[in-house]
Antibody, heavy 120, light 110 residues
Framework: QVQLVQSGAEVKKPGASVKVSCKTSGYTFTRYSIGWVRQAPGQGLEWMGW????????NNAQKFQGRLTITTDTSTTTGYMELGSLTSDDTAVYYC?????????????WGQGTLVTVSS | EIVLTQSPGTLSLSPGEGATLSCRAS???????LAWYQQKPGQAPRLLVYGASSRATGIPDRFSGGGSGTDFTLTISRLEPEDFAVYYC???????????FGGGTKVEIK
């Protein structure tokens, strides 16, 4: 069965960076993209960006341009999301998900989420 | 960017009742590329509907999506205890860099 397993919770100081991993299994990695979504405490969902598992092409939301890096490692079928210049506003649960198709970016399967806390 | 407005914010209903959730877009959603998700406390969201009206794999037929253009609905025909949760809509009909979610509707037990 399809699984996406994310790395554990992180605590970071303002100004630092965080890198969250998303280990996938149960499907052909290069046939799908991986998307990243976050959810601040008590708030709704926010789309961050996504990356093609086939060619590594990325599409990041304008809001995160310049401080968001999404990558993949096809050898380990793992996706990564790195967010820099963290502030307290970046405290959230970060989710990865498998994007249905290259031209239909909804998430069919989700990871369990990774809590990132930014605090001095 | 397309803004999605969900209403009502909270719906208080009893098990067995029907629920209709609304998602209104600030501009027409191309190809009716709209999805619905369910999220329970402490859990990741789960895909319910894509393409405005196609149920995802394993989703009970009491869930149905409808609408087109700027107005979309998710209908739950008879609420089961496990259906009390928060529901989000998401559009993917615009630029791949401008995907957006609605603010959510909480369906709570009356």
């Amino acid at each position: 069965q399809v699984q996406l397993v994310q790395s554990g919770a992180e605590v970071k100081k303002p100004g630092a960076s965080v890198k969250v991993s998303c280990k996938t299994s149960g499907y052909t990695f290069t046939r799908y993209s991986i998307g990243w979504v976050r959810q601040a405490p008590g708030q709704g969902l926010e789309w961050m960006g996504w990356i093609s598992g086939y060619d590594g092409n990325t599409n990041n939301a304008q809001k995160f341009q310049g401080r968001l890096t999404i990558t993949t490692d096809t050898s380990t079928t793992t996706g990564y999301m790195e967010l820099g210049s963290l502030t307290s506003d970046d405290t959230a649960v970060y989710y990865c998900g498998r994007v249905a198709r290259w031209n239909a970016q909804y998430l069919e399967e989700w990871g369990q989420g990774t809590l990132v806390t930014v605090s001095s | 960017e397309i803004v999605l407005t969900q209403s009502p914010g909270t719906l208080s209903l009893s098990p067995g009742e029907g629920a209709t959730l609304s998602c209104r877009a600030s501009q027409s959603v191309s190809n009716n590329y709209l999805a619905w998700y369910q999220q329970k406390p402490g859990q990741a969201p789960r895909l319910l509907v894509y393409g405005a009206s196609s149920r995802a794999t394993g989703i009970p037929d009491r869930f149905s999506g409808g609408g087109s253009g700027t107005d979309f609905t998710l209908t739950i025909s008879r609420l089961e205890p496990e259906d009390f949760a928060v529901y989000y809509c998401q559009q993917y009909g615009t630029s791949p860099r401008a995907l957006t979610f609605g603010g959510g509707t909480k369906v709570e037990i009356k």
